[in-house]
């Protein structure tokens, strides 16, 4: 079975930096494409960027230029580098996996557990 381990979210001021990585493990034959999103409570969850398998990337036009998505095929893990952080970025960070099982080739998509990140003002 797919998991995916968050990590790397925290507490940091506005104007800081934090990168949150995303581990998948447990029978993957290939990742596809991966995604960022957040949740703020209240609110419904955005994506905030995406990469392919050939390494093209999307950003919302909210952290264009902030954020960057990036991926480790050999490690089956992704990032994201955040900086300049402001508090509207303030939300839970989840990311999700698309790609294919080891064994039966079957399409997966998972979602990590999620990890807060805070930023002060």
């Known amino acids: 079975q797919v998991q995916l381990v968050e990590s790397g979210g925290g507490l940091v001021q506005a104007g800081g930096s934090l990168r949150l990585s995303c581990a998948a493990s447990?029978?993957?034959?290939?990742?596809?494409?991966i995604g960022w999103y957040r949740q703020d409570p209240g609110k419904e969850r955005e994506s905030v960027a995406s990469?392919?398998?050939?390494?093209?990337?999307n950003y919302a036009d909210s952290v264009k230029g902030r954020f960057t998505i990036s991926r480790d095929n050999a490690k089956n893990t992704a990032y994201l580098q955040m900086n300049s952080l402001k508090p509207e970025d303030t939300a839970v960070y989840y990311c999700?996996?698309?790609?294919?099982?080891?064994?039966?080739?079957?399409?997966?998509?998972?979602w990590g557990q999620g990890t807060q990140v805070t930023v002060t003002g």
């Open positions: 999700k996996v698309n790609g294919r099982h080891e064994v039966t080739w079957s399409r997966f998509e998972v």
């Open positions: 990469i392919s398998s050939t390494g093209d990337t």
């Open positions: 447990g029978g993957i034959r290939s990742i596809s494409a």
